[in-house]
């Protein structure tokens, strides 16, 4: 079992930065990618960032640009620095990563982002 924990989200004005932290834990070897998602209010999850296990990234087109995902292998750590943040990038933010072998998806319990215009 994977267990991930996020941490580093909260209030900032539109415009400001945000770092956020996944913490992995547990059976960390079988992790294979790693990706952020978010979900604001009455809409559904979506994908923002993703990270494989050689360093690739991928980004949604709205976060592009402003966002970029890092991860320390050897902390079993994903990051997420978020700049130029804008009130639609308010949501709760999940960590997610899947596993090598199986395929089975872990996530955290999410973090609440919230940017004020």
């Known amino acids: 079992q994977v267990q991930l924990v996020e941490s580093g989200g909260g209030l900032v004005q539109a415009g400001g930065s945000l770092r956020l932290s996944c913490a992995a834990s547990?059976?960390?070897?079988?992790?294979?990618?790693m990706r952020w998602y978010r979900q604001a209010p009455g809409k559904q999850r979506e994908l923002v960032a993703a990270?494989?296990?050689?360093?690739?990234?991928d980004y949604a087109a709205s976060v592009k640009g402003r966002f970029t995902i890092s991860r320390d292998n050897a902390k079993n750590t994903v990051y997420l620095q978020m700049n130029s943040l804008k009130p639609e990038d308010t949501a709760v933010y999940y960590c997610?990563?899947?596993?090598?072998?199986?395929?089975?998806?872990?996530w955290g319990q999410g973090t609440q982002v919230t940017v004020s215009s």
């Open positions: 997610n990563a899947d596993s090598r072998y199986s395929g089975k998806d872990y």
């Open positions: 547990g059976s960390t070897f079988v992790i294979n990618a």
């Open positions: 990270i494989s296990s050689g360093g690739g990234t």
